[in-house]
């Protein structure tokens, strides 16, 4: 089985969110079941070729992508993980030469052509006769339809079938209706209401729903949302015509980075058999952040992307609404300006009680997951999310709203056999902070804490049983 994997962004190369850490873990996954992977991504200029030692295909000749009526050069450089797993990054410094990953330049449609013409090209190039393109996220959701429409002809894609993995359904890739012509589909393609048209205009993920052979998610939960009109995006509809071909399966985790017992980036390792360890990093961590190393506190944690989905609205009421309480919490994060700037402002009245660190910092994310006592993730939505599994299996206690993979990770409390987290229903503050108050109860009573910490800690989210189900939907795509 041959596998071609398309990403925008992939650990440890890059990486600007959780898409990253599956790009990263998925691939190798399956070699294990003895898939043989080509993973692609760009060449940002962030990418550090010299640390992993990626480099330049020697003998790609001279190559060219068409944008609308412009020409662009690009060449492939690579590494080579093992007989099974090799990495391919495509080189176009005029689009990927910018200092960031995604960029708000008027060319961000161009820059995303390109990469997908650039992948099927570099397959043409290698003759590398791909079972499975699987395209992750709208920067490779043209794919399916590239293959359909312009690349028919060539025998080499002649029995290769299209998965889209939706990450996240609300980056859809919406531009200007030219965009598709710039990516070499004919003018009659853009017709209201067809595949390549939404509201007026282009949208690189509905294109990919309609054109690819199945579509996947990241949670089974979240496979029945998005064809709901309030997770949809607007695109539930079209996501509901499609429905006998959507399968929702669960991200894994790496097991070996996000381990709290092999962790190289925490002062102590720890397992469930002593998570009383785990009291040792919440000292470094309280140090590092500033507090005094007070433990009998309860610490709360957040590390995420500061953006709409991740409910930060609920946490700034909460810090602004308990001003009395004693706990504390630290935040990693970055993203929209105005969370930053409220929370910054928060952390400045309460010096002894909010610290937030804004910017993105990977030890430093390993420390809070492992030094606090709860996480929170309140998200609007959450198609899965790889905190709250770091966080359980790190015995840090999760405090989610129902949605998404949150939903299919987290047990609450009220279940006396299975509990691993503390969950909240509706999207109001009064359900958060009694999901807040029920914490503080919990961490009062250490034998109960005890005992929903050793569960979390006991969850399997290795990527095994998910890699599995990806490699059925691989073999039975291939026998269709
Ligand atoms: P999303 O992809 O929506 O951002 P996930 O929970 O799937 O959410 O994955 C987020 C990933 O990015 C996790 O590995 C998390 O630790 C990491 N991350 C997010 N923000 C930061 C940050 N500021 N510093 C370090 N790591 C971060
Ligand atoms: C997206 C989602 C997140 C998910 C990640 C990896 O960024 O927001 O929930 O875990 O992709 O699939």
Redesign the pocket.
Known sequence: MKVCFITSECAPFV?T???A?VSGSLPEALTSNGVNVKVFLPLYDVVDTKKFGIVKLVDFPPAFVEIGDEKREFCIHSYKKNENLEFHFVDCPYYFGRGIVYTNDKDENERFIMFQHAVLKSLQYLQWQPDILHCNDWQSSYIPAMLKLQYSWDKLFENSKTILSIH?IGYQGIFEPDTVRKAGFGDSCFVLGGPFEFNGNANFLKTGIFYSDVVSTVSPKYAEEITTSEFGSGLDGVLRARKDNIRGILNGIDTIEWNPLTDKLIPKNYSYKNPEDKKYNKEKLLQKAGFDDETDIPLYGI???LAW?KGIELIIELCEKTKSENFRLIV???GEKEYEEKLTALSIENPGKIKVFL????E??HLITAGSDFFFMPSRYEP????QM?SLNYGTVPIVREVGGLADTVTDISNEKEGNGITFRDFVYEEFEQAFHRSRKLFEDTKQMEKVIQRGMKNDFSWEKSAGEYLRLYESLKQN
């Open positions: 990486k969110g959780g898409l850490d996240n590390v995420t992307r989905q990693l994060g970055s910017g993105y910092n990977n430093f994310a899965c999310g790889l905190n770091y």
